[in-house]
């Protein structure tokens, strides 16, 4: 064989292995299994409904069940204390937390059953395989696992259910609004994107499009926290959340078979904003060991002993 034939041929060989890599890479990314049944594991740890802060049977309001993903890292405890010091002043509200993770931290337990609020306390880690995609889904085992506790509920709940993140903030008038909806209501998001706000575009008092720096080929294009949906819609269907990064609250929305018309448009005709995608800065956890031993018969020891408990340092 001559030197050029096997020259082209190592070439094509190279190009040939490229195309390979290029065709494992793209099939990858492309298509995870989007939509499956209900492979996340959930660990009921504590509800705290049927104990001493039963609701009060009494109230004639609808129960808005609240719905806040959370996972371990150095802000959790802060987010969680900031965000559940705000539900403790709403009324007939239950707080469902539930932690991406195998089992039930207790440092989120003491919080709970410290703060006095009606609580469900759930665990469930996010399967394995999402973890390692491009996009991540977030919160998405997390909710998904508050929808199965709902629907496993005897007798069924009634009320509202709203997906608020741990890392958001909200206008308590905006909680009591949406206790009302019927069906799903929505409201702007403050804090998202390159506008600083995800909102329906309402005319006449109805919703005829949305707002919102990231469209694409979304149908409802809205922020996890820019909707709530009324309970009868959860357990007549048994819509999931995809675990589809992006596309969880469009998704979720479209299974529940919703039309424009139906969608009730809150925060004055979506024109104030009261809920915010606020973002706490990530921190890494320091290691205070060194600390700890170079101040002797300090309160130091146990300082950094208390915030390894609350995940903000490792010793
Ligand atoms: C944004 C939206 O606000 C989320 O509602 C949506 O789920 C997410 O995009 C998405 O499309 O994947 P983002 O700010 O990017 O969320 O994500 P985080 O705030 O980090 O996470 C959303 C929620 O899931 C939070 O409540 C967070 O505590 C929780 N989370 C996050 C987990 O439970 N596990 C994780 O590994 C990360
Ligand atoms: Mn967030």
Redesign the pocket.
């Known amino acids: 064989m001559s030197y050029l034939k096997i020259s082209v041929m190592k070439y094509l060989l190279a190009l040939l292995c490229i195309i390979g890599i290029l065709a494992m890479v793209l099939t990858k990314s492309k298509s995870p299994p989007y939509e499956p049944g209900h492979i996340e594991k959930t660990v009921k740890c504590k509800s705290d409904l049927m104990e001493r802060r039963q609701l009060p049977t009494a109230d004639p309001r609808p129960v808005l069940y609240v719905v806040?993903?959370?996972?371990r890292r150095v802000e959790q405890v802060p987010e969680l204390t900031r965000l559940g010091q705000t539900l403790l002043t709403v009324p007939h509200l239950v707080w469902m937390v539930v932690e991406?993770a195998d089992a039930c931290s207790p440092h989120v337990a003491a919080l709970l059953d410290r703060l006095g609020i009606p609580y469900v306390h759930l665990a469930s880690a996010?399967p394995a395989q999402y973890r390692s995609e491009r996009?991540?889904?977030?919160?998405?085992s997390?909710r998904r696992a508050a929808m199965s506790w709902l629907r496993d509920q005897s007798p069924q709940p009634t009320g509202v259910m709203y997906?608020l993140?741990?890392?958001n903030t909200i206008d308590i008038r905006l909680l009591e609004q949406m206790r009302h909806t019927k069906k799903v209501s929505m409201f702007p998001v403050g804090l998202v994107a390159d506008y600083l706000v995800s909102s329906p575009i309402v005319q006449e008092g109805r919703v005829t499009g949305w707002f919102d720096g990231w469209i694409v080929d979304r149908q409802f294009p809205v922020?996890?926290?820019g909707f709530a949906v009324n309970l009868s819609l959860v357990m007549a269907s048994d819509a999931l959340m995809p675990y589809h990064?992006?596309y969880?609250e469009d998704k979720l929305l479209r299974a529940f078979g919703i039309t424009m018309d139906e969608i009730e448009p809150l925060a004055n005709q979506c024109t104030e904003v009261l809920v915010w995608?606020t973002?706490t800065k990530k921190n890494q956890p320091p290691s205070l060991r060194r600390e700890v031993a170079s101040h002797p018969n300090s309160n130091i020891a146990a300082l950094a002993e208390n915030m390894e408990r609350i995940a903000m340092a490792t010793t």
């Open positions: 806040t993903p959370t996972y991406d996010m996009y991540v889904p977030r919160g998405v997390n997906f993140d741990d890392d922020d996890m926290a990064a992006g969880e995608h973002k």
